[in-house]
């Protein structure tokens, strides 16, 4: 069974920094990809990271590239998010999810958490 729990969101002023830990479970292959996704009320869920847990490889959103770092802890099955300089549009619930292949479209995940709450204001 694949399990995936989200940590490390709260509030944080615009300008400000936050790392989001995703820690999983269960038996992963060559092409196991975790990403993170988020959303906003009223708004499509967003991709915004991914990672191979078997190579380095990474992908962004647009949104968040230059801003976003994703980085893994295979030995932990962790899974990062450092968000720096934050800005008020970054507000959301970030989710972490599990993948056998690599994809953006939210729909191909099958396995998620349960989200962390991320807020960006002064």
């Known amino acids: 069974q694949v399990q995936l729990v989200e940590s490390g969101g709260g509030l944080v002023q615009p300008g400000g920094s936050l790392r989001l830990t995703c820690v999983h479970s269960?038996?992963?292959?060559?092409?196991?990809?975790v990403a993170w996704f988020r959303q906003s009320p009223g708004k499509e869920r967003e991709f915004v990271a991914m990672?191979?847990?078997?190579?380095?490889?990474?992908f962004y959103g647009d949104s968040v590239k230059d801003r976003f770092t994703i980085s893994r802890d295979n030995a932990k099955k962790t899974v990062f998010l450092q968000m720096n300089s934050l800005k008020p549009e970054d507000t959301a619930t970030y989710y972490c999810?599990?993948?056998?292949?690599?994809?953006?479209?939210?729909?191909?995940?099958?396995?998620w958490g349960q989200g962390t709450q991320v807020t960006v204001s002064s």
């Open positions: 999810a599990r993948n056998s292949y690599y994809s953006t479209a939210p729909s191909n995940f099958p396995y």
């Open positions: 990672i191979g847990l078997a190579n380095p490889r990474t």
């Open positions: 269960g038996r992963t292959d060559s092409v196991t990809v």
